[in-house]
């Protein structure tokens, strides 16, 4: 591969000796270790590269899903959310290119070592709650959130669909740009709050 960020770690000169894991030591994980912190660091430029490969995918809306996701993050923000939630919004759909049948999952999964458990959760169930919103013209049940009734996080998820994902289709709106958000996403993935991988 030849590539992106394969090219960028292929410029380390160190290498690890295994040919199996097996066969690891700790050296070889050292090398490993020190390629993942850079990497680990960079997590931010790849996100926000993946996110503008939304631009120019309409889907027959009256917008891209970038600026969709712009104007979700910018109601949000004008909306007083903190900036882990603006973060959230912006990033809800980035899981439209590879999950095209579960995007959702993709932004949720993303974000989860970086967000509260509440935050995931509407990221998660964020393509249930929206269907309230137009399941009943493609032959499916706009009551499906219904099965989630009385979760703890139930309003804040159909809160988040009807103040800002549901009303981001505007073509007249003015969104604040992705330079505007850069330094939030930048922050909120600084470190995560919880992983397998935590070092240190
Ligand atoms: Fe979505
Ligand atoms: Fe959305």
């Not at 493609?138 to 994902?165: N, Q, T, V």
Request: charged fraction near 25%.
């Amino acid at each position: 591969m030849k590539n992106g960020n394969t090219e960028m770690n292929d410029m380390s000169s160190e290498r690890a000796k295994f040919s199996q894991m097996a066969e690891g030591t700790a050296a070889d994980y050292k090398i490993i270790s020190d390629n993942f912190r850079t990497f680990s660091k960079e997590l931010p430029d790849r996100v926000l590269s993946h996110l503008k490969l939304l631009e120019g995918d309409f889907g027959g809306f009256a917008v891209d899903r970038l600026e969709h996701s712009l104007q979700c993050a910018t109601l949000a923000h004008q909306d007083g959310q903190d900036e882990e939630y603006v973060v959230a919004a912006l990033l809800h759909d980035i899981g439209d290119t590879l999950g095209t049948f579960n995007h959702a999952d993709i932004g949720a999964a993303m974000l989860k070592p970086f967000v509260s458990e509440k935050i995931h959760w509407i990221l998660e169930k964020h393509g249930i709650f929206q269907g309230y919103y137009f399941f009943h013209y493609i032959g499916l049940d706009r009551d499906m959130r219904e099965k989630f009734r009385g979760h703890e996080h139930f309003e804040d998820c159909a809160h988040f669909c009807a103040a800002y994902d549901q009303t981001a289709f505007d073509k007249n709106f003015e969104s604040a740009s992705l330079d505007f958000f850069e330094p939030m996403v930048r922050r909120v993935m600084a470190k995560p709050k919880q992983s397998i991988y935590l070092m240190e």
